[in-house]
């Protein structure tokens, strides 16, 4: 398969091929009994390895949040179709919502299927079908995962190059300040600040939380999509190479899309319409708490007598934004321009 068919059988064409196809088959039988290898290895005392983090203990937070397990997977996807599937289709874009499945990492782990939860998923709406709109949001997710595996099979150098080779070439500036800005979640601003706090103490941040911040780093800061998919690595509990190298590439704007690169998000716009009462940006960044609902995705508008009586010094405890937004999507529209693109686009946030 060469890139322009790539191109060309994008994930809508892969999910019209494979949606129509799916069924609620019975996944295979779980086996009677696993029988030991002849030798078994030496144990090893695993707390002497030294690899419980004491100070600072960064795991505290996900040992409090997650259980790992099959029984714990498939607790959650019960508890998924049950009471959120309803509410999906419209609210998984919310910062603020609780209705996105929480299923990637025990699909991970190898601690649930894509299948069970294909099948699970259809018997659903089998006996529900006033949930059709979530569920089959919902299936088309699990799509995307699979799509992204299809991809990497197929084209196993996306690990390290873009899709598409003509970006081989970009420029990134990849300026070790401002990753390290974006990494502490200190870029000025809030919601790229609340997204990667909540990524460093949780493990798990939703996907339009990851399509918001991969943008920023990469179209904003112009920093190479490598660098924000390694730090993904090490700090997702649901890491897979195969959707973190591909969405991660679709965002950056060189993966497989027709014509993805003016795709920015404008992460001020991108918070009042996903965190619009600020419930998410007052959790994660609890210094800028006390600003309006109308000024909370961008305190450096506040009126000074504001700031003070809100408690914000900007500069001192909050940061003023590391970049302007507007200057660096031209920055990075003319450079992608200059990479071969022939018609002009707006770059409207969709």
């Known amino acids: 398969m060469d890139e322009s068919r790539g191109l060309r059988c994008g994930f809508s064409h892969f999910w019209s091929n494979l949606r129509p196809r799916l069924d609620p088959t019975e996944s295979l039988p779980a086996p009677q009994k696993m029988d030991p290898p002849e030798n078994l290895p030496a144990s090893e005392d695993i707390s002497r390895w030294g690899w419980n983090p004491q100070n600072p203990d960064w795991a505290k937070g996900l040992r409090e949040r997650w259980i790992p397990g099959e029984k714990a997977a498939h607790k959650a996807l019960d508890d998924f179709l049950d009471r959120k599937l309803i509410n999906y289709a419209t609210d998984r874009d919310r910062l603020d919502s609780l209705s996105f499945s929480t299923l990637s990492p025990y699909l991970h782990a190898g601690e649930i299927t894509s299948k069970h939860i ?28 699979e799509f992204s595996r299809h991809l990497l099979i197929h084209f196993p150098q996306m690990i390290h190059t873009p899709f598409q080779n003509k970006f081989s070439r970009f420029p990134w500036k990849n300026n070790p300040v401002l990753i390290a ?36 780093l990469s179209k904003d800061l112009l920093v190479d999509w490598k660098e924000g998919a390694g730090w993904f690595w090490n700090t997702l509990v649901d890491w897979d190479q195969a959707n973190n190298t591909v969405s991660w590439q679709w965002v950056s704007g060189m993966g497989v899309d027709a014509a993805p690169y003016f795709r920015i998000y404008n992460p001020v716009l991108q918070g009042e319409k996903f965190d619009p009462n600020g419930l998410y940006v007052r959790h994660w960044v609890p210094e800028i708490r006390n600003l309006p609902d109308h000024l909370i995705h961008r305190p450096w508008e ?39 693109k022939n018609k002009s686009e707006d770059g409207s946030l969709a």
Not at 118 to 143: C, N
Not at 191 to 215: C, H, K, Y
């Open 181 to 216: 800005a974006w990494k502490s979640g200190k870029t000025g601003y809030p919601v790229i600040d609340a997204i990667m706090r909540q990524l460093w103490e949780t493990g798990f941040i939703s996907n339009r939380a990851r399509m918001i911040t991969a943008s920023f």
């Open 118 to 145: 294909v099948r699970q998923t259809l018997l659903k709406l089998y006996s529900h079908p006033e949930l059709q709109a979530g569920g089959e949001k919902f299936l088309s997710e699990i799509g995307w995962r």
């Open 302 to 340: 506040a009126p000074e007598d504001l700031l003070r009586k809100s408690g914000i010094t900007l500069g001192e405890n909050y940061p003023f934004p590391i970049v302007d937004h507007q200057k660096s999507r031209q920055e990075a529209l003319f450079l992608f321009h200059a990479l071969g």
